[in-house]
């Protein structure tokens, strides 16, 4: 129940196209839903949030939809540059006494190709 | 930008051997924890420590693991018997108190290899 499920696992966009990346969880506990990018020899950066009382949130390119109902959420990368080639996780955490122990997805390998 | 800072960058070792990671995280953070991520695997969660205490730690943090906050600004992680497994890329994170963002900020890891 405490897991997060990541796909793909790797994807291929060409400069300029979408960059589709699904998650899906199983506790409705949780109540928090970061998407996290890594750089190769970096460690995770938080990118983009969302919490469950929102169907969408978009900051800039990034775009957060989120499916209460299906217990899935998704990442979309608008106009892809290679710049974004990096990975990115999907987590999920419940706020508990004032952290966050957040729980990954796998991980998805984006390449963007010019 | 404040930043997590983690020490040594790479460390090498052989099976049996006590390693001690440390980790500096941001100054004005209550909130630590240690992540590690296995070649290619996910970022999984082993501990978050607050007020000198551990929070919540996984199955993965075993009587083998152990952390300390020694001082006012080191955080430091001792796996006192390593093994071959136990290789692995190992992140600190530390957020704020009271803050409900989830936002973690993570160091760029430490790289243990066991041999």
């Known amino acids: 129940q405490q897991q997060v499920k990541q796909s793909p696992q790797s994807l291929i966009v060409q400069k300029g196209g979408i960059s589709i990346i699904n998650c899906a969880y199983e506790n409705t506990a949780f109540d928090y839903f970061p998407w996290y990018q890594q750089f190769p020899g970096k460690g995770p950066a938080l990118l983009i949030a969302?919490?469950?009382?929102?169907s969408e949130k978009k900051e800039g390119r990034f775009t957060i939809s989120f499916n209460k109902s299906a217990k899935q959420f998704s990442l979309h990368i608008m106009d892809s540059q290679p710049g974004d080639s990096a990975t990115y996780f999907c987590?999920?955490?419940?706020?508990?006494?004032?952290?966050?122990?957040?729980?990954f997805g796998a991980g998805t390998r984006l390449a963007v190709h010019p | 930008e404040p930043e997590v800072t983690q020490t040594p960058s790479h460390q090498v070792t052989q099976m049996g051997q006590e390693v001690i990671l440390r980790c500096v995280p941001i100054?004005?953070?209550?909130?630590f924890y240690w992540y590690r991520q296995i070649l290619g695997q996910k970022v999984e969660f082993l501990v978050s420590?607050?007020?000198?205490?551990?929070?919540?730690k996984s199955e993965i943090f075993d009587d083998q693991f152990s952390v300390e906050r020694p001082d006012g600004s080191n955080f430091t992680l001792k796996i006192r018997s390593t093994k071959l497994e136990d290789s692995a890329m190992y992140f600190c994170?530390?957020?704020?108190?009271?803050?409900?963002?989830?936002?973690?900020?993570f160091g760029e890891g430490s790289r243990l290899t066991v041999l």
């Open positions: 100054s004005n953070h209550l909130y």
């Open positions: 969302i919490r469950p009382d929102v």
């Open positions: 987590a999920a955490t419940r706020f508990s006494g004032g952290y966050n122990k957040l729980i």
């Open positions: 994170a530390s957020s704020e108190e009271g803050r409900y963002t989830g936002e973690l900020f």
């Open positions: 420590f607050y007020n000198n205490e551990i929070s919540e």
